[in-house]
């Protein structure tokens, strides 16, 4: 009995032995379709690898395009505190010599009042030495804004 056969070119062939042809020939088809495939992976890899490059030195760009309009010299930020998620305590550098303690969260900027240069403690913040002694000007400021918290 003779049978046809679709072989891996595409063609027919007649015959038992036709089939084992066929079937040797699209073994020989899928070992190489599956070089081709480790080949395919690898270039995607590297393309996937390229573009993550290539976004990663556009986002630093454009940081630094960023950067250099947001800085003004009339308005730093010095320090910012987290008090919450979502919420920061930030003192704020407004003209020559004047200091803002905001709050700032997702709705709203609050100041809790201002400082003077003579006020603000200098040093590093990084050393972790001794604590930090309070300025009386800023206690006063941080019992006034506490005792009004409680009222409410």
Known sequence: MNFLFLTAEGGWAEGLNAKQ?????????????HGNSIGQLLMVLFVFFCVVVLCYYVTRYL?????????????????????????????????????YVLAVSKENVTKIGELTADELLEGEGDEEAELPVVPDAFRE????????????
């Open 21 to 33: 042809n066929a079937e040797g020939a699209a073994g020989a088809a899928v070992s190489a379709n």
């Open 63 to 99: 940081a630094g395009i960023q950067k250099s309009k947001s800085k003004g010299r009339n308005l730093q930020i010095i320090e910012v505190t987290g008090l919450a998620s979502g919420s920061y305590l930030q003192l704020v550098k407004a003209g020559k010599d004047k200091y």
């Open 141 to 152: 400021l941080f019992d006034k804004v506490r005792n009004k918290n409680k009222k409410a």
